[in-house]
């Protein structure tokens, strides 16, 4: 018996051994948890890591007396089974015995918790909306907004049969247009909201993942320590596309950053597939906080802080490019051809609804129907140019043009 | 059987003063199945159906697998993948793991406890015969224009309402499966208080009746929540309601508050059987005692009461004020101490017992292995900070289908084969039982193992394609699954040769194990169509020798 | 097959087992056709009223005979106390179940009002809920919401109908009692009586309760569409009323079984099963008009 002990002590030591050598590899393999480059990430990263250890110890335990059992009590070596069938001092032992592991682990789990949930004296806020399927950025009280939605090669290549080898596309499906560009060192708050189904937003090596919830804000925030590029996803399931809206994360020094941010602002629009809304808060942001099938609330007096310093600068007099408008914002479901992907994604070539009243189109892009998700956040120019794009092209012939005015009397 | 008389027809229902009424056996063709008042038959009906569902369910996950294959998108749409996911959890957890519990309970529950049948026959006939109708319904939702429900088994808004013709089908379908699973959990509980032998006192019972029993609770407790849950879906989407649109002063956070009040004691319906399955196996094949019997009890009934005020933690992430977080994260983890109760209880009925490794062993034994597993990534889970990490990423799906197939489904296979005997009066093959164990082992840690590394390298859940760097780990996943699923074959034809294939098959004795103990064992095998019209006495030596 | 031969000797069997029945499958039927051609008119794919009037008849025709089968059984003396317990038992489970099922519903208006209306207006840790989507947003109820959906509306006054109703409720739980005593005792007309007067109670209970949703529909604007305050209001107090409805059904059942002889002074469990549920359904009441009408 004490030779068995012996032995196993020695096996446990053995393993643990190995596993302390192995350890060191495997943490940082890149199928673990990443560390990050937050001190964030650093605690949980450590917590992660620290429950699992615990985990193993445990199981190499429990696992362990079973397999000796296993081997030292089958019949053929232990033909004759032992009776007692009750112990209340062994009982109490084990109860406590995890309880006070587990109060280990919750002590530590609790302090990083808190310190998640202080999102307080941030330097700079952002706010995050989700939109069936892309994300948009606005650094409030900066005036700069804009969307980011999947770069072109990975959405090329993802498509059915596209015949890509997805192993060609620089960072297939963790790429986007536009990046969210942020400052090292400083502590940035994030806004996160959704215009229309619940998303979550997630960059596993800033370990922040929230869900952004229609009609409400929830907060986070993070504190880079490291300039490079970060790369996650939507993580809450949001419908057909849910697996192609990444998010992406530049954080730049601070010098860099202001000069990006500058530039922003110098009227820039950035180059989106979205159309560019960039700059125009006043007239897309309080859109945004229209859920479904919402009358929108008082959506003029929005958000103070952005309308005021938003640049009023209006759409160009040429008026927006409703192909663009399509492509960037209705393609995704009704295909650049208009051939839709029936059955859930009716094909607007031929379509009843598009020949009939220009007023049926333009409400059924303001508040969506079902499976489309309203797309208030575009401004009235814009939803007319798309709508007389989609009534005089994709094989349709109606051929009026439909007014931002018209748009407005129906918003 | 008696074929001479079959005279349910004439005397209709106040048969039961005909005096030779024993001859009376079931009736011919289909009729005797639609009709059936017979917990054996039910039972069986039972377990057919879940058998086919599992199938059904395990086709949409090779779906789902092979889409996975490789990156980019292999052959199938987007919003199909989705639809693919929704209906295979629905038909797994619904159609395939609970039926297959109830079909136990029917089968063994009247057999453990010494009666004749389940408290109220005819509802029982009525809570089967509503599964085929709800799944029927859910089902053809796959052959409608815009396809099946693609929201999600956690059918969460706003998403679920973007659905078409499949909504109200799939939350029509869900109030069903909560009328069969309260009818079937009122009649488990019933039974259990009111028809237990004389001398079966509740400290006697076998740990499966006693499993069963916290399980026919916690069921009665939450489906009904479902069904309020998702009719509020219904009107919010049909009637104008508000309760999950922030405009109109609703949230639809509310919906995965009141969706995971049932859920999370939903998850421990698939398990607590399941322990009680392990708990009944293990003492057979040790043969010793079960170790601790009234511990294993308030284990059972402290997880179950757990089991209530531990929902948030499938919602870590959604927002809930630090106060809630720490909350449920702290009661979270409280679940690990009488589920650990049991396990080392399991490890002290085997100490110093004189095991032999028969098939329904096997998979006990593979249970408290790979259950534990799943069990350890759930306390890793619990711990909020870290769960920003994992939630909703492939590390969470490992952890569910660690508890969920080599949990609930292991447990499952392993009555099956445990009881197959007294059924159907032939052994199974032992040895085509022994390979069906390795491969099911095998396999399964194949399929979901990675998954705890491709979730923790950053992939999430629920996406038909995913980025490269995550290749690997799926293709391996992929192989097992499909693996497991053949191998599930030999399953099949063992079974099928005990039910249907009898020519050559050993008979099994009444007592089949040597080391079982129970009023089972006591009936001959295959069991008579009528068991125990007399009560059996029960002596007075613990029960907790099952 | 193999049996117990003691089985065959009735004097000496123990459990009730009902001989094998359709019924259930009807049932099944029945509700499979009632809610798959409801919900094809959800989707306005109008199936026609045919399968839905053919699947409800059906589903009455069943739910009749079940019923009548059970209480022929009864009558006749097939159940044992064993089989009685049986019932309450189930019965008791049963309620308990739709206890559950109101849960689901007040935990819905609990969590509006002490959470989602509170963070939409700003309070606790959602401050910037309302400041970025929803500013001037209040926290006041009756609330259909920050948007104000279905317009404005008025609520109606606990202290009028809903007050009578609560009296009319509370009081047909004392008749019924009453009508359970007589049983009791034996004095079978009292019973009958007394059970007509708590039916009369329901009947009137239910009339000004479709009156106050008339009211409510066409002079307060208060409409299932009126945001949270509405769902709530109309769903709490709606499903209640399906179940008044259904109580005072099975009271009608019970009190005609009743007139034709039916029921022993010392068993008689369908009555009591029957008057449990309507002690429920006032129960549930009582929250209904503490939580809704009144807070
Ligand atoms: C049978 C089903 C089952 C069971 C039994 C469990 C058991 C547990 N689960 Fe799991 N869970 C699911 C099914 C199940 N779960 C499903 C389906 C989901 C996902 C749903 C969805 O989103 O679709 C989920 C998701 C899920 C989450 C949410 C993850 C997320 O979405 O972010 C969490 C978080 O806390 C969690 C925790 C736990 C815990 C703590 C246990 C505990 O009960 C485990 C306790 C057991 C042990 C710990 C092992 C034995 C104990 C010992 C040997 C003692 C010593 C141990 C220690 C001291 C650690 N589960
Ligand atoms: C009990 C529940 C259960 C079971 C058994 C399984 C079994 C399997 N599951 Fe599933 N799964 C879920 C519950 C279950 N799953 C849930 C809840 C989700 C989340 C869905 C969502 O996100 O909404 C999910 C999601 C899910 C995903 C993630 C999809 C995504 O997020 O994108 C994947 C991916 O690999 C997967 C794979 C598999 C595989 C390969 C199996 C294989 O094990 C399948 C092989 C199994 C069989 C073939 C059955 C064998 C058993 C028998 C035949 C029993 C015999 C019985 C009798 C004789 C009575 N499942
Ligand atoms: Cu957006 Cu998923
Ligand atoms: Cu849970």
């Not at chain 1, 397999?67 to 033909?79: M, N, Q, T, W």
């Not at chain 1, 809206?245 to 597939?273: F, Q, S």
């Not at chain 2, 059972?300 to 992430?317: E, G, N, P």
């Not at chain 2, 101490?337 to 004189?354: C, D, E, Y």
């Amino acid at each position: 018996m004490s030779n068995l002990i012996r032995g196993l002590m020695l096996a446990t030591a053995g393993l643990t051994g190995f596993a302390a050598r192995a350890a060191d590899t495997m943490e940082n393999a890149y199928w673990n948890l990443p560390k990050g480059v937050t001190d964030i990430s650093n605690e949980v990263w450590h917590l992660h890591m620290a429950a699992f250890w615990v985990c193993v110890a445990i199981a190499v335990v429990v696992f362990g007396v079973m397999f000796y059992s296993i081997f030292a009590h089958r019949r053929s070596k232990h033909p004759v089974p032992a009776t007692f069938h009750h112990s209340t001092t062994v009982e109490i032992i084990w109860t406590i015995i995890p309880f006070v592991i587990l109060i280990g682990l919750a002590v530590p789990a609790a302090g990083t918790l808190i310190k998640q949930y202080d999102s307080r004296n941030s330097d700079l806020t952002i706010k995050i909306t989700g939109y069936q399927w892309k994300w948009q950025y606005e650094y409030v009280g900066e005036g700069v907004s804009f969307f980011s939605t999947l770069d072109a090669k990975s959405n090329e290549a993802r498509q059915l049969g596209s015949g890509i080898d997805p192993k060609t596309v620089p960072h297939y499906l963790h790429n986007v247009d536009n990046y969210l560009v942020l400052p090292v060192g400083k502590k940035v708050r994030f806004l996160l909201t959704s215009n229309d189904v619940i998303h979550g937003w997630w960059v596993p090596d800033l370990a922040i993942k929230k869900d952004a919830i229609p009609g409400f804000i929830n907060d986070m925030w993070t504190q880079i320590n490291e300039p490079g590029i970060y790369r996650g996803q939507c993580t809450v399931l949001c419908g057909r596309d849910h697996g192609f809206m990444p998010v992406v994360v530049e954080a730049k020094t601070e010098a860099e950053y202001a000069a990006w941010l500058a530039k922003m602002k110098g009227g820039e629009t950035v180059a989106a597939a979205a159309p560019a809304i960039a700059t125009d808060a006043a007239v897309d942001a309080p859109a945004a906080a229209e859920p479904v099938v919402a009358e929108p609330a008082a959506p003029e007096a929005a958000p103070v802080e952005v309308a005021a310093a938003a640049p009023a600068a209006a759409p160009a007099a040429a008026g927006p490019n409703g192909e663009k408008v399509y492509l960037g914002n209705c393609a995704a479901c009704h295909q650049a051809t208009g051939a839709g992907l029936p059955p859930t994604f009716p094909a607007l070539t031929g379509s009843k609804v598009v020949a009939g009243p220009a007023a049926g189109v333009i409400t059924q892009v303001l508040k969506g129907k079902n499976a489309m998700p309203p797309f208030a956040q575009l401004s009235d120019a814009e939803i007319a140019a798309a709508v007389t794009y989609v009534r005089n092209n994709l094989g349709n012939k109606v051929g009026d043009t439909v007014t931002a005015d018209q748009v407005k009397k129906l918003r | 059987m008696a074929k001479t008389h079959d005279h349910s027809h004439a005397h209709g229902h106040d048969h039961a003063h005909d005096h030779d009424d024993h001859h009376h056996g079931p009736d011919k063709g289909v009729m005797r199945w639609i009709k059936t008042t017979n917990h054996k038959d039910l039972g069986t009906l039972y377990l057919w159906f879940s058998f086919i569902m599992f199938f059904i369910g395990g086709l949409m996950s090779l779906v789902i697998r092979a889409e996975l294959y490789a990156p980019g998108m292999q052959f199938i749409d987007p919003e199909f993948y989705n639809q693919m996911i929704t209906l295979h959890a629905l038909v797994m957890i619904f159609g395939g793991v609970m039926p297959g519990f109830v079909g136990l309970a029917n089968w063994m529950v009247p057999m453990m406890i010494g009666c004749s049948d389940l408290a109220l026959p005819r509802v029982n006939n009525w809570g089967f015969w509503i599964l085929p109708f709800a799944f029927t319904m859910l089902l053809s939702t796959l052959f409608l224009p815009g396809g099946g429900p693609a929201g999600g088994w956690t059918l969460y808004p706003p998403l679920v309402l973007q659905g078409g013709a499949s909504f109200p089908l799939t939350i029509f379908a869900i109030h069903m499966l909560g009328i069969s699973s309260i009818t079937g959990a009122i009649n488990v509980v019933v039974t259990i208080m009111n028809m237990r032998a004389p001398g079966m006192t509740l400290l006697k019972m076998p740990l499966f009746v006693w499993t069963w029993l916290i399980t026919a609770y916690l069921l009665i407790a939450v489906m009904p929540v479902l069904a309020g849950a998702v009719t509020m879906l219904l009107t919010d989407k049909y009637f104008g309601t508000s309760f999950f649109n922030a405009a109109g002063g609703g949230d639809p956070v509310m919906f995965e508050h009141i969706f995971w009040f049932f859920g999370h004691p939903e998850v421990y319906i698939m398990i607590l059987p399941a322990f009680g399955i392990v708990s009944t196996i293990i003492p057979t094949f040790a043969r010793k005692q079960l170790f601790g019997y009234d511990s294993m009890v308030y284990a059972v009934a402290s997880i179950a009461f757990l089991s209530f005020i531990v929902w948030a933690h499938h919602m870590f992430t959604v927002g809930i004020p630090l106060a809630g977080e720490l909350f449920f994260m702290f009661s979270t983890m409280l679940i690990a101490v009488p589920t650990g109760v049991k396990v080392f209880n399991w490890l002290a009925t085997m100490w110093r017992g004189s095991m032999t490794f028969e098939t329904p062993m096997l998979f006990a034994i593979g249970f408290v292995f790979l259950f534990t597993i799943g069990g350890f990534s759930g306390i890793m889970l619990a711990l909020a900070p870290v769960d920003f990490q994992y939630h909703n990423s492939y590390f969470v799906v490992a952890h569910f289908h660690y508890v969920l197939v080599p949990g609930a489904i292991f447990s499952i296979i392993a009555a099956i084969y445990y009881w197959i005997p007294k059924w159907t009066g032939v052994m199974y093959d032992e040895r085509l039982g022994k390979i069906h164990f390795w491969l099911s082992a095998i396999f399964i840690n194949v399929t979901f193992f990675p998954q705890h590394f491709v979730g923790l390298a950053g992939m999430p859940r629920r996406i038909p394609d995913y980025a490269v760097q995550f290749t690997d780990f799926n293709v391996i996943s992929t192989w097992g699954a499909f693996l497991y699923f053949i191998a599930q074959f030999i399953m099949i034809y063992n079974f099928l040769r005990c039910a249907i294939w009898r020519k050559g098959m050993v008979p099994a004795t009444s007592q089949v194990w040597e080391g079982a103990h129970g009023l089972e064992w006591t009936v001959p095998s295959p069991a008579p169509y009528h068991t125990f019209e007399d009560p059996p006495h029960v002596g007075d030596e613990p029960a907790a020798a099952h | 097959m193999a049996t117990h031969a003691a089985a065959s000797d009735p004097s000496n069997r123990r459990y009730f087992v009902p001989a094998p029945s359709a019924w259930p499958f009807m049932l099944t039927v029945a509700l499979g056709t009632i809610l798959y051609s409801v919900s094809m008119y959800l989707e306005e794919r109008h199936p026609g009223p045919i399968p839905f009037v053919l699947g409800g008849a059906l589903f009455f025709y069943i739910v009749f005979t079940w019923f009548r089968g059970v209480a022929t059984e009864s009558e006749t003396g097939q159940y044992s106390a064993q089989v009685d317990r049986t019932y309450r038992l189930g019965m008791s489970w049963f309620i308990f179940s739709e206890v559950m099922f109101f849960a689901a519903f007040f935990g819905a208006l609990y969590y509006a009002r002490e959470l989602s209306v509170p963070w939409l207006s700003g309070e606790g840790s959602r401050v910037l809920t309302n400041e970025v989507l929803w500013p001037a947003f209040e926290n006041i109820w009756p609330t259909n919401g920050p948007a104000a959906i279905g317009g404005d509306f008025k609520t109606i006054s606990p202290w009028h109908l809903p007050l009578i109703n609560t009296l009319l409720l509370l009081t047909s739980s004392v008749t019924i009692t009453f009508a359970h005593h007589a049983l009791k005792e034996g004095h079978r007309r009292a019973t009958i009586l007394w059970m007509w007067a708590t039916i009369a109670l329901g009947a009137v209970f239910l009339y000004f309760q479709a009156s106050e949703y008339i009211e409510a529909y066409h002079e307060l604007n208060l409409t299932l569409n009126s945001g949270i305050y509405g769902s709530t209001f109309f769903m709490l107090t709606g499903f209640h009323g399906m179940h008044v409805t259904l109580g005072t059904i099975m009271m009608i059942s019970v009190t005609g079984r009743l007139m034709s002889g039916h029921f022993k002074p010392e068993s008689h469990f369908g009555f009591e099963g029957v008057a449990w549920y309507w002690h429920f359904v006032d129960v549930v009441w009582v929250g209904l008009f503490i939580f809704v009408y009144i807070l």
